[in-house]
């Protein structure tokens, strides 16, 4: 079932001894990558510059969100709410107002839920000027990004009529300078937000406009854009970079006089964002959702209800859940209203037996080292995962899913890459509906998972113990899978499965553009079928800029200066004949023995027409 309380954070390590590092939780039962603002034909033509640049997700009421994402149970997080909304309506009155409310806590403390509500409410009201809601994991990859984030605020300003003659300096500006949305931020905030409101400051009243601005999961955001994704700790870098950036440009806004807006920022206490919080203390009111806002009650209130819920949908008895097992469910919660969502989620599970049945075996399993800050949630997902018929497949499934999650034909990598027969889906995933949705409300592939402390759990070898996959061990699962699939060498006019739909040209364009950072050098087997197969499905508009070179070069990566792999050696022999037979223009004896010792390298953003390998006019 679908659990209304139900916040989007992720676990991170304060270093305060008193406060408990807890693992929020997520839920989007909404299909992803949905751009459906409806818009005139004379209003498409005015914004498309700017809808081009938009993150439509990021929206709160956006339909990639769904009527599903994280809100705050009814009559729970009262507190925290009434202190949120003062602060937007009467801030202003205080003898030091602070423009910047910084609401943070311990993972799985609700922040994304409490934001996801007070925009609503704020909406209702005419107080809500603007949103943007970062997802590291969940929807499409622009909500993860810097790069969206003053166009996708602007837009949100653009719909409110009361702020007079602010699209018309707008549209000017973009109409100026195209290219204004690839400056940086701190441009974009001046040439975009600040100078036309300076210009229609005096044709309105202030008092009219909405009030407060709200940016979540700030913690979320990795970088720049695509091009910054990385891994390691040059991922981390970047984000951090991408956060102390927009920080910067927001905190300058809020200062500038012509800028009336209050900025509600909800993140995770993480280090880059603690720092930048505690230099300006008289500028910013930090909210931290610790004890004070009593989760506790929040929990127990959720957990009632949604026990009752269960009741009349399964006709169970009134007393089937005593008090004393929900005060236990309390305490091992220990703030974390993840854990209460996934215990809900597992007892209304059917594939996995009757409620009462599975509340049973819940209460059986218990936590080998209370001690652990984690301790209960990791139990909790540890056996859940064991319920798989192949919880360490599940495992590699997940950490496969969460790699890919952003690629648009999701649903066919599903289906031609992760399946080897029909049905395998809901074989090895279908015991772990509590953790991950794996279906839309049609039934078709749709994954997503509800809350990203189970990828934490997972990528954690201390926690997961011997349910963890390393790196190593992940990368040869992804190859042998994409071996598979070349293997089965399909084609989009007809399908091996009769039951089941041919996979799109678009599928094998993304698939073979893909396949050379999956393929694996070592592998004896390949053939000149596959290299030709790969070739004809490669995207045309790709093939002779990028795809071409990229696989020139991938192929080589792990070679040893004195001696190519066998796939490599392969790959590139069958490459070069394809090449030559069109007229390409080919390395030289002197640029191959240089390959040797120092390789080549391609990036499309540099161009193609210094590569030693390249097609000619």
């Known amino acids: 079932m679908d659990a209304d309380w139900l916040p989007l954070s992720a676990p991170s390590i304060v270093g305060n001894n008193h406060v408990r590092n807890v693992a929020g939780d997520y839920h989007d039962n909404s299909t992803t990558n949905v751009k459906n603002i409806h818009i005139s034909d004379s209003g498409r033509n005015e914004m498309g510059p700017l809808l081009e640049h938009v993150a439509h997700g990021a929206l709160h009421d956006s339909a990639e969100r769904g009527p599903d994402a994280p809100k705050c149970h009814p009559e729970t997080r ?46 209702k009201q005419g107080l809500l000027a603007a949103t943007f809601f970062f997802s590291a994991f969940a929807g499409s990859a622009n909500r993860r990004w810097k790069r969206p984030l003053i166009p996708t605020l602007l837009y949100g300003l653009l719909q409110h009529g009361s702020i007079v003659g602010f699209k018309d300096e707008v549209l000017a500006v973009i109409q100026r300078d195209p290219m204004v949305f690839e400056k940086h931020l701190d441009q974009q905030l001046d040439a975009l937000i600040l100078k036309p409101l300076r210009n229609t400051a005096g044709l309105s009243n202030h008092q009219d406009w909405p009030s407060v601005i709200i940016v979540d999961g700030l913690d979320e955001c990795q970088g720049d854009g695509e091009s910054d994704a990385r891994s390691g700790r040059d991922a981390q870098v970047s984000g951090s970079n991408a956060q102390k950036e927009i920080l910067s440009a927001l ?148 950490a496969f899913i969460n790699d890919h999650g952003n690629i648009d034909e999701m649903r066919l990598h599903v289906k031609y890459i992760l399946e080897s027969y029909p049905g395998q889906t809901e074989y090895v995933l279908g015991s772990l509906t509590s953790l991950i949705g794996i279906t839309d409300a049609q039934g078709e592939p749709n994954f997503h998972f509800y809350h990203k402390s189970l990828l934490d759990f997972l990528g954690d070898e201390r926690r997961s113990s011997d349910l963890y996959v390393s790196q190593e061990s992940l990368t040869q699962f992804v190859r042998e899978l994409y071996r598979q699939v070349l293997g089965r060498k399909l084609r989009f006019d007809d399908s091996a499965d009769p039951s089941t739909n041919p996979p799109t040209q678009n599928f094998l364009h993304k698939f073979c553009t893909f396949l050379g950072g999956h393929l694996d050098p070592r ?84 161009g193609a027409r210094d590569f030693p390998l390249r097609r000619t006019p």
């Open 78 to 123: 009262i507190a925290v709410q009434k202190d949120i909304i003062s602060w937007i309506r009467h801030g202003e009155e205080e003898d030091t107002p602070k423009r910047i409310l910084w609401l943070s806590g311990p993972a799985g403390s609700g922040k994304t839920a409490i934001a996801g509500t007070i925009a609503d409410e704020c909406y």
């Open 251 to 398: 905190s300058r806004a809020s200062a500038d006089p012509a800028f009336p807006f209050r900025i509600i920022i909800a993140s995770r206490p993480e280090q880059v964002i603690r720092h930048f919080f505690s230099t300006f203390p008289d500028f910013t009111l930090n909210i931290f959702l610790d004890d004070k806002y009593d989760p506790d009650a929040d929990i127990r209130l959720f957990l009632e209800a949604m026990f009752s819920d269960i009741r009349r949908r399964y006709n169970l008895p009134w007393n089937w859940v005593s008090q004393e097992v929900v005060d236990r469910l309390v305490r091992e919660a220990s703030g974390q209203f993840i854990y209460a969502a996934t215990v809900i989620r597992f007892l209304d599970n059917p594939r996995l037996g009757p409620p009462q049945q599975l509340l049973i075996q819940l209460l059986e399993w218990r936590s080998l080292d209370d001690s652990k800050p984690f301790a209960p949630l990791d139990a909790l997902y540890n056996r859940i995962l064991r319920t798989s018929p192949d919880p360490m497949l599940s495992v590699k499934w997940l």
């Open 523 to 606: 592998y004896r087997q390949y053939t000149l079928a596959d290299v030709q197969w790969w070739l004809d499905n490669l995207d045309p508009f790709n093939r002779d800029y990028r795809d071409v070179p990229v696989m020139y070069v991938t192929i080589h990566k792990e070679c040893k200066w004195y001696r190519c792999l066998p796939g490599c050696c392969l790959w590139r022999k069958y490459i070069l004949r394809y090449c030559r037979e069109h007229g390409w223009r080919l390395p030289s004896t002197k640029e191959m023995l240089q390959d040797r010792y120092k390789k080549f390298r391609f990036s499309p953003a540099s």
